[in-house]
């Protein structure tokens, strides 16, 4: 039964027997394994430094023998979150290539802070490698509230990148004036900011970026969720809408 549950957890017939026959005997030398596991010496052998580079055995020296003791087996459960972990930030990229109908948008919902600086560091995985344009609308005010870690891991992505471009509209309150001069310090110099007038363009609560056939649209109140449309016409159609505000909007 135990040895079943293993094998379902990723090892080998032999290497399920061993780790189980070390966390009966704990620490133990090779002949002892090998015969609590029902296996041949130079089999164990090889099973063993399996179970090493693994990281679920541990050797040791107790004077001139060398033991091997098997970790907790918690250990499983450790290498499991790690694997989700890191299936959670391929998800974007295995995500791209998924077929979908030709004209259909792809909609995706992201909810939480640990989903949305995937998506963020997703973004600019993507424009390094296509050396596009990212177009933000931001109510950078309530950015810097709510989500200050995302401006903070922004400024880290975009330093020393200049094979992309970036173009942002903010509000042009106090507090996105003073972005925008901070920003003109921190970012590269393919980073243009133009301030909207409150009055006449009034948002909040939000993030917006496109870029490529993609749409982002972030809330960002305390709990915070995203949608992602991957679709051409949608992007461009926000596109245009970006373009004619960056027009009416004042250089900084």
Known sequence: MHDALLTKLGLSPKAAAVYLACLQLGPSGMTEIAKAASLKRPSTYLVVDELLMRGFLSVSKKGKRTLYAPEHPRRFLQQLKTRERELEGMLPELEALYYEPRDKPRIRVFEGREAMMQMYEGVFRRLAEERGELLFYTAIGDLQENFPEALDRFFTLVRGHDEFHIRELNMGDARGIQYAKDAKRMA???????????????????????????LMMFSIKRDIFAVEIGHKQIADAHRALFNAAWEAAAPM
């Open 188 to 214: 590269g110099k393919n980073h243009q900011i133009r301030l909207l007038d409150p009055k006449k363009f009034p948002f909040s609560e939000t993030d917006n970026l496109i870029y490529g056939d993609t």
